[in-house]
């Protein structure tokens, strides 16, 4: 759920699979399974789902920490309520309802985890512990790319100045 994707540190802000995302609503069919599906259904062309994106789904929808548009929001709910089976297939998904945008914020939200629980390491809290929000997420994702940039400056360019063309003796 890294949006970095030139950071390897790990994604501790993935929600684990729980034992409801293995339930079926009678088809034997998992919730990633359907999921995959429908996603398949709105965009032939999309990647695979991986397994932990029913759990993210949901817990995007319950944190209110994330603060994301109402039409995202409905369009994830949905989602979420297709793949559960409460609401029937034959109803018809909002119009403009694009999987891309909608996996970008489930992207987005992974992220926001994994840096809320960064900020939750560095201040010696739990999480919930201190106010992070949407607002505290971009805030941080912004000072973690301009780390990054410096990095890289640093490791391409050189603090000394440039050495003298000739060296002289007298």
Do not use: K
């Amino acid at each position: 759920m890294n949006l970095h994707r030139h950071n390897n540190a790990p994604d501790t802000g993935s929600p684990a699979c729980d034992p409801q995302s293995r339930s079926s609503a009678g088809n034997g069919d998992t919730l990633h399974q359907r999921l995959d599906a429908l996603v398949h259904a709105l965009c032939p062309g999309a990647p695979p789902v991986d397994a932990g994106c029913p759990q993210r789904i949901a817990a995007l929808l319950e944190d209110t920490a994330w603060e994301c548009e109402p039409a995202t929001r409905a369009g994830l709910t949905t989602v979420l309520a297709r793949i559960r089976g409460v609401e029937a297939a034959a109803t018809p998904l909002p119009q403009e309802l694009s999987w891309p945008h909608l996996f970008r914020e489930i992207e987005a939200y992974g992220d926001f985890l994994r840096l809320r629980d960064v900020e939750s390491g560095l201040r010696h809290a739990p999480v919930g512990g201190f106010p992070f929000d949407r607002r505290d997420w971009e805030h941080a994702r912004d000072q973690e790319t301009a780390l990054r940039e410096h990095q890289r400056h640093v490791r391409e360019a050189s603090y000394a100045p440039t050495p003298a063309e000739v060296f002289r003796v007298h």
